[in-house]
């Protein structure tokens, strides 16, 4: 059973910043595509960026500059730096690995930017 657990997230004031992490049971190098995505009330689930096995990068219009993924093949880990958070990035955020033709998705963290 292939296991997604995120980690990282919670309130945060506007500015500020949080890491989000994404512990894999599997080894992540061979994984064609890992990345972020998030889920506001009352809308669709989008992606917020994703980074390919040979750690090409794929980021959403609204966080370009602001977030950062990356990868540690070594721990098996996926990482979503946020910075300069906004009140709109306030949503559940879930780790994503599409190893076509299966795809897995972890449980989801909160993240909440308010003051």
């Known amino acids: 059973q292939v296991q997604l657990v995120e980690s990282g997230g919670g309130l945060v004031q506007p500015g500020g910043s949080l890491r989000l992490s994404c512990a894999a049971s599997i080894r992540i190098d061979v994984i064609y595509n890992m990345g972020w995505f998030r889920q506001a009330p009352g809308k669709q689930r989008e992606l917020v960026a994703a980074?390919?096995?040979?750690?090409?990068?794929n980021y959403a219009d609204s966080v370009k500059g602001r977030f950062t993924i990356s990868r540690d093949n070594a721990k098996n880990t996926v990482y979503l730096q946020m910075n300069s958070l906004k009140p709109e990035d306030t949503a559940v955020y879930y780790c994503?690995?599409?190893?076509?033709?299966?795809?897995?998705w972890g449980q989801g963290t909160q993240v909440t930017v308010s003051s």
């Open positions: 994503h690995a599409d190893d076509p033709p299966y795809e897995y």
């Open positions: 980074v390919t096995y040979t750690d090409m990068t």
